[in-house]
């Protein structure tokens, strides 16, 4: 696996011929090491993804959960879509922080807010939020759940991993 961003059809083929816990591994010091775009943009994802969605009782995951104890299928999800997202919006990353964008591109997919809350300057940057709006939105809507092996499942993994 490579630290450049990379396309849904590009890794379709990851997971074969690789033992899951060494993908999990390598992402995860990806995402932690923060070393490219990509990876912070990740980060700020699962972050907000883990901030925003409860258990059955309604305890916020990241009361007792981080992004370790995501399943390696919705690590490569979450990685495939994020990006996707980093590659369809290159240029209207910029007016923020790499992992302010991956909380916003949660929230905005999810319609909690996001991209068209953020308070900027400009025009440029303001008509690259409502650009960077219709994009997370185009995503579609996704869940993180805790699944019956306990790990950390999104809704869409299946169609990704």
């Not at 450049?4 to 010091?29: F, M, N």
């Not at 932690?32 to 009782?57: K, M, Q």
């Not at 919705?74 to 369809?88: D, G, K, P, Q, T």
């Not at 995503?139 to 092996?149: A, P, S, T």
């Amino acid at each position: 696996m490579t630290t450049e961003t990379t396309c849904v059809l590009e890794t379709l083929h990851l997971p074969q011929g690789r033992k899951r816990a060494s993908i999990h591994r390598e992402l995860l010091h990806h995402i932690e090491a923060g070393e490219t775009l990509l990876f912070r943009v990740l980060r700020g994802y699962i972050g907000a993804a883990l901030w925003t969605s409860s258990d059955d009782n309604g305890t916020p995951l990241d009361r007792d959960h981080g992004i370790a104890d995501l399943a390696v299928e919705s690590l490569i999800s979450a990685w495939v879509e994020c990006s996707c997202f980093c590659r369809e919006c290159e240029t209207d990353l910029t007016h923020l922080d790499d992992e302010r964008n991956g909380h916003d591109f949660w929230l905005t997919r999810n319609h909690h807010g996001g991209y068209l809350d953020e308070s900027v300057n400009d025009e440029p940057a303001e008509f690259a939020m409502q650009q960077l709006t219709r994009a997370g939105e185009s995503f579609g809507e996704v869940d993180l759940y805790i699944g019956d092996d306990r790990k950390l499942h999104f809704s869409n993994e299946s169609r990704v991993a």
